[in-house]
């Protein structure tokens, strides 16, 4: 099983595995984060990061997620990735998140690619008939 690490600004990415754990009623195992603050030296926080992505590595590599890309979240994932083992993508979001952890068994490539269409797949307008139709029934 891929592990998953989330490193994000402040508690993003503590608070997309509350939601994931509520969207699949459990927490997922293997899934760890490490919120940067303000405070925070990136620099200083980067053996805890390697640190958790070795514990998160059961052999299948690990899928580092981050918020912004270029910055110090993505910038630390950056210093941790090692192609074929240890791959990241920027953008979190809970969408990519739930498609990551569905395909995390299989191969770290297919779940790069899995997480980056669902982060993708997961921007969508709301259609104007859901409105419609609420305003229709009071709802």
């Not at 503590?14 to 927490?27: G, M, P, Q, T, Y």
């Not at 941790?80 to 979001?93: D, F, Q, T, W």
């Amino acid at each position: 099983m891929i592990g998953i690490l989330i490193i994000t600004h402040g508690t993003l990415g503590e608070s997309l595995i509350h939601c994931a754990s509520h969207v699949l009623n459990k927490r997922p195992p293997r899934l760890k984060q490490l919120g940067v603050t303000a405070q925070d030296d990136p620099l200083l926080l980067l053996p805890q990061a390697r640190a958790l992505v070795k514990e998160l590595d059961d052999g299948d590599g690990v899928l580092i997620l981050s918020d912004i890309y270029g910055g110090s979240p993505s910038n630390m994932a950056v210093k941790l990735l090692i192609p074929g083992k240890v791959e990241g993508v920027a953008g979190v979001s809970l969408p990519m998140l739930i498609r990551a952890l569905t395909y995390r068994d299989k191969s770290l490539q297919t779940i790069v690619t899995k997480a980056v269409s669902g982060g993708c797949e997961g921007v969508v307008r709301i259609p104007v008939l859901a409105a419609v139709h609420n305003a229709a029934t009071g709802n």
